[in-house]
T-cell receptor
Framework: AQSVTQLGSHVSVSEGALVLLRCNYS??????LFWYVQYPNQGLQLLLK??????LVKGINGFEAEFKKSETSFHLTKPSAHMSDAAEYFCAVSENNNDMRFGAGTRLTVKP | DTGVSQDPRHKITKRGQNVTFRCDPI?????LYWYRQTLGQGPEFLTY????????KSRLLSDRFSAERPKGSFSTLEIQRTEQGDSAMYLCASSLVGDTTALGYGYTFGSGTRLTVV
């Protein structure tokens, strides 16, 4: 069965520093992988997705993620954090496009 | 089209009462999903529709929960005899299966309905 593990429920970085949010997945078939961002009291917004094309995926707001099959990982990165990046980030996996399973989320705090 | 709309945004109800939420998906999307999100957790899958057919239900969806999408457009999620454990954010999402554009295989979420059972 598909599942996602997000390492670190809370990550804190300084403004301008590298952002690295970790996601490992489990799937019995080649998966679709996603990162979503959620701001307080709002729904989830798609940042980027992997659908078996290029392994390095670029998304909105300067974020990107790399699919590494050998490590079953799909970590999210951004070279330079901005205050507006502070939010909850969710990694998700879908095996068959019928439903999506989410990780528990990582709360990103950006310090000035 | 302004995206996925959910109504109401907030609902406070007394334990034992019935509540109904509505979701209006993006009009051309054929898939509609319901998720539940509790504080500090990721969204948990409840059920999904392809057009008007309900194709999968999670074991989280007890017999007190029912969802409908009668004409393949909007959907309703009803919770009967609410319990305090039902307090959560209920998220609706839609997608277009087979869409190979940039948003293909990704969902568009609504802002959610926050339910508080007192």
């Amino acid at each position: 069965a598909q599942s996602v593990t997000q390492l670190g429920s809370h990550v804190s970085v300084s403004e301008g520093a590298l952002v690295l949010l970790r996601c490992n997945y489990s799937s019995s078939v080649p998966p679709y992988l996603f990162w979503y961002v959620q701001y307080p009291n709002q729904g989830l917004q798609l940042l980027l997705k992997y659908t078996s094309a290029a392994t390095l995926v670029k998304g909105i707001n300067g974020f990107e993620a790399e699919f590494k099959k050998s490590e079953t990982s799909f970590h999210l990165t951004k070279p330079s954090a901005h205050m507006s990046d502070a939010a909850e980030y969710f990694c998700a996996v879908s095996e068959n496009n019928n439903d999506m399973r989410f990780g528990a989320g990582t709360r990103l705090t950006v310090k000035p | 089209d302004t995206g996925v709309s959910q109504d109401p945004r907030h609902k406070i109800t007394k334990r034992g009462q019935n509540v109904t939420f509505r979701c209006d998906p993006i009009s051309e999307h054929n898939r509609l999903y319901w998720y539940r999100q509790t504080l500090g957790q990721g969204p948990e899958f409840l059920t999904y529709f392809q057009n008007e057919a309900q194709l999968e239900k999670s074991r989280l969806l007890s017999d007190r929960f029912s969802a409908e999408r009668p004409k393949g457009s909007f959907s309703t999620l009803e919770i009967q005899r609410t319990e305090q454990g039902d307090s959560a954010m209920y998220l609706c999402a839609s997608s277009l299966v087979g869409d190979t554009t940039a948003l293909g295989y990704g969902y568009t979420f609504g802002s959610g309905t926050r339910l508080t059972v007192v």
